[in-house]
Nanobody, 114 residues
Framework: QVQLVESGGGLVQPGGSLRLSCAASGSIFRISAMGWYRQAPGKQRELVARITSVGITNYADSVKGRFTISRDNAKNTVYLQMNSLKPDDTAVYVC????????WGQGTQVTVSS
């Protein structure tokens, strides 16, 4: 059984930064692809960033150059460093682990507002 626990969300002013963390239980973390998704009110869930088990990354066009996804296999944790935040980044950010099936965290709220 895999459990994902996100942390690091909060309220930040435009132009600010946040770092999200997602800690995974279980033994499959290091062989799994990890991702961050977000869902804003009234919108569909969208992929923000993804990192494979060997460290290959991809990003949504809207966050390229501002967000960085990384992973620490020793800590079973994936991170999302978010810089130059914009009000449009406001959403619930949800951690995903994929190994044969999808596992999801509960999500953490990120609000970008002055």
């Amino acid at each position: 059984q895999v459990q994902l626990v996100e942390s690091g969300g909060g309220l930040v002013q435009p132009g600010g930064s946040l770092r999200l963390s997602c800690a995974a239980s279980g033994s499959i973390f290091r062989i799994s692809a990890m991702g961050w998704y977000r869902q804003a009110p009234g919108k569909q869930r969208e992929l923000v960033a993804r990192i494979t088990s060997v460290g290959i990354t991809n990003y949504a066009d809207s966050v390229k150059g501002r967000f960085t996804i990384s992973r620490d296999n020793a800590k079973n944790t994936v991170y999302l460093q978010m810089n130059s935040l914009k009000p449009d980044d406001t959403a619930v950010y949800v951690c995903n682990l994929y190994w044969r099936i999808d596992y999801w965290g509960q999500g953490t709220q990120v609000t970008v507002s002055s």
